[in-house]
Nanobody, 125 residues
Framework: QVLLVESGGGLVQPGGSLRLTCSAS????????LAWFRRAPGKEREFVAA????????VQADSVKGRFTISRDNAKKTVYLQMNSLKPEDTAVYYC??????????????????WGQGTQVTVSS
């Protein structure tokens, strides 16, 4: 069983930064691709970024390229999402997920079978 726990969300002003952390309790952390998704109020859950087990492949949504960075530390069984230049439209609940997609399917929600409970990020002045 895989347990994912997100932390680091909160209230930040536009232009500010936050770092989200997802800690996993799983025996073989490095075999999983880890991803971040988000769900804004009144919208469906959408893909943000994903990183393969070795960290060799990273995929990001166009809306966050140049602002967000996903990374992982397999020794700590942790994945991070560094969010810079935050905008009000980044306001959402952010979810960590784990799965074994192909590189071509890393952005699909259906590729991930394990999910955290989410952490709220609010960007507002």
């Amino acid at each position: 069983q895989v347990l994912l726990v997100e932390s680091g969300g909160g209230l930040v002003q536009p232009g500010g930064s936050l770092r989200l952390t997802c800690s996993a309790s799983v025996r073989s952390f490095s075999v999983y691709t880890l991803a971040w998704f988000r769900r804004a109020p009144g919208k469906e859950r959408e893909f943000v970024a994903a990183v393969t087990g070795s960290g060799g492949d990273i995929v990001q949504a166009d809306s966050v390229k140049g602002r967000f960075t996903i990374s992982r530390d397999n020794a700590k069984k942790t994945v991070y999402l560094q969010m810079n230049s935050l905008k009000p439209e980044d306001t959402a609940v952010y979810y960590c997920s784990a799965g074994m997609p192909t590189v071509q399917t890393m952005g699909r929600m259906t590729s991930y079978i394990h999910w955290g409970q989410g952490t709220q990020v609010t960007v507002s002045s």
